[in-house]
């Protein structure tokens, strides 16, 4: 099994529909991310949580929110879907103090029309 | 603002040649330079990773060369094999509390 689970592996919604992507992780993580793969740009960093009591904003906030429900929960939600949110998302954890490795699951390809 | 470039965005090897991916950083304060690697349909792996007070390190086929005067490093992946095949992402971090950039990555195919 997956240390960090992300779900729906793939997703295919309408313009302003709301959405959540969801990520678990069983490594004991304190620290939890979200990221966006487009290509060509990269991975860019949505939000990040270093505890259930923390979280940050990243390069690319606007339009999305994130709940830390748990330790091992981290939700991304997109509020009202717009097409140029269509991208590849990914969740990752990295142990407290050691944010260079991260460990990331295997994405969530979300698909806005 | 990119703080982390990286080039070719794309390259392609023969099976048995050496590949090399560079990046280029501006903020000196980064001490933590990592590489992952992706296969489709997979998320990012760490790969190798270096720290600004070495200049090479070696992990098999796979070294990172740093530069830190031209504050530039690169992935070499000598004898390529087409199992290499994949996207490859540099990156850098100030360490502590501050996540890692990345750098837009270099899809890399190896034929035979």
């Known amino acids: 099994d997956a240390d960090v689970t992300q779900t729906p592996r793939n997703r295919i919604t309408k313009t302003g529909k709301r959405i959540m992507l969801e990520c678990s992780q069983t490594?004991?993580?304190?620290?939890m991310y979200w990221y966006r793969q487009d290509p060509g740009l990269g991975l860019r960093l949505i939000y990040y949580s270093f505890d259930v009591k923390d979280i940050n904003k990243g390069e690319i906030s606007d339009g999305y929110s994130v709940s830390r429900q748990a330790q091992a929960k981290f939700s991304l939600s997109l509020e009202s879907a717009i097409p140029n949110q269509t991208a590849l998302y990914f969740c990752?954890?990295?142990?407290?103090?050691?944010?260079?490795?991260?460990?990331f699951g295997e994405g969530s390809r979300l698909t806005v029309l | 603002q990119q703080q982390v470039k990286q080039s070719p965005q794309s390259l392609i090897v023969q099976k048995g040649g050496i590949s090399i991916i560079n990046c280029a950083y501006e903020n000196t304060a980064f001490d933590y330079f990592p590489w992952y690697q992706q296969f489709p349909g997979k998320g990012p792996a760490l790969l190798i990773a270096?720290?600004?007070?070495?200049s090479e390190k070696k992990e098999g086929r796979f070294t990172i060369s740093f530069n830190k005067s031209a504050k530039q490093f690169s992935l070499h992946i000598m004898d390529s094999q087409p199992g290499d095949s994949a996207t490859y992402f540099c990156?850098?971090?100030?360490?502590?509390?501050?996540?890692?950039?990345f750098g837009k990555g270099t899809r890399l195919s190896v034929i035979a």
């Open positions: 270096i720290r600004p007070d070495v």
């Open positions: 990156a850098a971090t100030l360490g502590g509390n501050t996540p890692l950039v």
């Open positions: 490594k004991g993580h304190d620290r």
């Open positions: 990752a954890t990295s142990v407290t103090g050691v944010t260079g490795e991260l460990f």
